[in-house]
């Protein structure tokens, strides 16, 4: 594993509590990566649900599972993450996972933001199952995410912790805004 990016050390949280074949959320595709990687875990029996608001997310996320082998494993959603509780019913999903921000090698005006983003994180938090998790890689370096990365921090801290084991990560040896790894589980 590389230790040091976020994604990977998020992918080995996941792989490690994940039962196989399950259901999964990935509620930001951008480029596919962490569709591809559900895929894996889903196999053939399992589902995996892609969203993002922008096509050439869909288009790059199809050709990377289509290169992996993947091809028909993942339904791609061309719709928002604050709608995904008009895909999926509460109680159903094993994990979801989001990196907010915006599209690696996009255009950085269209990024997630605090509205939509907590939204889509309490959509999500009644749509998993009881022993299923949430994983987000905030990002807030650059020219977006400070807010996002506030009011995200503060709603989890926020949630009962009867219901909810929150567990943020922080690097303590990085400068310039590093991402804030965060694992959710619900009771």
């Not at 990566?33 to 895929?39: K, R």
């Not at 987000?136 to 807010?147: A, H, K, P």
Request: glycine content about 10%; overall charge neutral.
């Amino acid at each position: 594993m590389k230790q040091s990016q976020i994604t990977d050390w998020c992918h080995e949280m996941i792989r490690s509590q994940a039962p196989k074949n399950g259901f999964y959320v990935d509620a930001t595709m951008g480029n596919g990566n962490d569709t591809a990687f559900l895929c894996s875990i889903a196999g053939h029996k399992g589902k995996v649900l892609a969203f993002d608001i922008q096509k050439c997310a869909l288009k790059a996320t199809q050709k990377l599972l289509e290169e992996k082998g993947y091809a028909g494993r993942a339904t791609l959603i061309h719709d928002g993450h604050e709608n995904l509780d008009q895909y999926v019913a509460e109680g159903s999903i094993d994990v979801i996972c989001f990196n907010f921000g915006y599209l690696p090698g996009g255009d950085h005006h269209i990024a997630t933001s605090p509205r939509t983003s907590l939204t889509a994180v309490s959509k999500g938090l009644a749509a998993l199952k009881s022993g299923g998790m949430m994983s987000l890689c905030i990002y807030s370096g650059g020219d977006s995410g400070f807010e996002e990365k506030e009011c995200l921090l503060a709603y989890l801290k926020g949630l009962s912790p009867r219901e909810y084991t929150v567990i943020e990560n922080i690097y303590l040896n990085r400068g310039n805004h590093p991402p804030v790894p965060v694992f959710l589980f619900k009771k």
